[in-house]
C-alpha cells in the first residue's frame, strides 16, 4: 500500500508547537519579527511575500515589510538590509528571490546579518550546516527531512539520491542527509543535467528527492519499488482552469505512486513545510538573538 506524504498535516503540526514556542517569548516580553524585503514586481513574488506574511500573523510573529521599485539603486536594497540589521524587533530577515539583474545577488545574502538569515543562505551559515554545526536549516530540505521523520523513513543507510543541485535545494539537502547523525547518515547521489544514466541512479534510490523543476519528469521507471519518492518540484503547466495553468510536481505521481511506499503530492506535500520552517527558524531567531530557552518541534 503506498502512503501519500500530507505535508499540510506535518506542517500544521509543526505551526501549533512553534505557536506554543511565540508564547514562551511572548511571556519573556519578546515578540519574535520577520522582516520580508521584496523588490520585484513578479506576482508570483508579491503571493510568497504576502503567504508569508499571512503565516507569521497565524503563530503570533510580527511581519515587517520593506518594498523597493524593481529599478531602484541597489544600493537601497543593501541599506535596507543594513537597517533590519539593526533594527531589534526584527529578528529574521528574508529577501524574496529574485532580485532584479542589476543587484548582485551575492552580495545581498552576504548582507544579512548571519544571526537574522532565516533562508540560512548567508556563506556563514552554509559552512557552518556543511560541517555539521547548522544555525538555520534552509527551509525546503529542512522540511523535507522533517516529513521524512513524521512518517518514519529511515535515512541511516539508505541510498539516497537528490535530482538537482541548486544551492537553495539538492545542495543543502545532499550536505543534511549525508552527516554523521540520526536524520542523516545517508549515502548521497546528487543527479543533475550532466548525469549519466539518470534513471539508473534514481532506480536505485530508497528515498528519491526530485527537485529539477522539470515537470512529471520522473516516472514509474525511473522509481525503485519501495521507494520513498518526495517530490520538491514546483512548475506551472497550461490547464484548462481559470487561471489557465495548474501546479505539477517534477514526478509523475499517477505512475510513480505504484512503486512508491510513500509519495508527496503537489500540492500539499514539501510546498506547505517550506512555509513552516521558515516560522520554524524565526522563532529559533528570536530565541537566539533575545537568549530565551524556546522548544522547537
Ligand atoms: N516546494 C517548495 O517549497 C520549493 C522550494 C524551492 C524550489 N521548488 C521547486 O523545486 C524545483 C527545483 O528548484 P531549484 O530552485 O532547486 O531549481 P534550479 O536552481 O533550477 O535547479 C534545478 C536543478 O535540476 C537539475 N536538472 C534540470 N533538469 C534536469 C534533468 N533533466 N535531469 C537531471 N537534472 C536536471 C539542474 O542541473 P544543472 O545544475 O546541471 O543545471 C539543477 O541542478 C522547481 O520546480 C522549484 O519551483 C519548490
Redesign the pocket.
Given at each position: 500500500m503506498t502512503e501519500i506524504i500530507d505535508g499540510n498535516a506535518v506542517a500544521t503540526d509543526i505551526r501549533d508547537s512553534l505557536t506554543g514556542g511565540v508564547e514562551t517569548l511572548k511571556a519573556d516580553g519578546v515578540t519574535p519579527g520577520l522582516a520580508t524585503v521584496l523588490m520585484s514586481d513578479d506576482p508570483a513574488s508579491e503571493t510568497y511575500v504576502s503567504m508569508k506574511q499571512a503565516d507569521c500573523e497565524e503563530v503570533g510573529i510580527e511581519s515587517h515589510h520593506v518594498e523597493l521599485d524593481t529599478d531602484a539603486p541597489a544600493e537601497d536594497l543593501y541599506d535596507a538590509i543594513e537597517d533590519l540589521n539593526g533594527d531589534p524587533s526584527v529578528h529574521g530577515i528574508l529577501v524574496q528571490m529574485p532580485v532584479p539583474a542589476h543587484v548582485d545577488e551575492r552580495r545581498v545574502l552576504r548582507a544579512v546579518d548571519p544571526m537574522k538569515d532565516v533562508d540560512g543562505f548567508h556563506p556563514a551559515n552554509v559552512g557552518r550546516l556543511v560541517v555539521g554545526n547548522d544555525r538555520y536549516r534552509p527551509?525546503?530540505p529542512h522540511?523535507v527531512q522533517k516529513l521524512l521523520e513524521a512518517y518514519d523513513v529511515e535515512t541511516e543507510g539508505a541510498d539516497a539520491v537528490i535530482?538537482?543541485?541548486?544551492?537553495?535545494?539538492?545542495k543543502p539537502l545532499a550536505n543534511l542527509l549525508v552527516q554523521k547523525r540520526g536524520d542523516g547518515n545517508a549515502t548521497v547521489t546528487v543527479?543533475?543535467?550532466?548525469?549519466e544514466d539518470?534513471a539508473a541512479k534514481t532506480r536505485a534510490a530508497d528515498v528519491l528527492v526530485a527537485?529539477?523543476?522539470?515537470p512529471e519528469?520522473i516516472d514509474a521507471e525511473m522509481v525503485g519499488a519501495g521507494a520513498t519518492v518526495i517530490d520538491?518540484?514546483?512548475?506551472r503547466v497550461d490547464a484548462d482552469t481559470e487561471k489557465g495553468y495548474e501546479l505539477v510536481g517534477?514526478v509523475d505521481f499517477e505512475s510513480a505512486r505504484e512503486k512508491a511506499a510513500h509519495i508527496t503530492p503537489v500540492p500539499g506535500?514539501?510546498?506547505p513545510?517550506?512555509?513552516a520552517m521558515l516560522l520554524y527558524n524565526t522563532v529559533k531567531a528570536a530565541g537566539l538573538q533575545a537568549d530565551v530557552d524556546v522548544a522547537l518541534p
Open positions: 527551509c525546503t522540511g535530482v538537482g543541485r541548486s544551492n537553495i535545494v539538492g543527479c543533475h543535467s550532466r548525469t539518470l527537485a529539477a523543476g522539470r519528469f520538491v518540484g514546483v512548475n517534477d506535500g514539501v510546498g513545510m517550506t512555509r
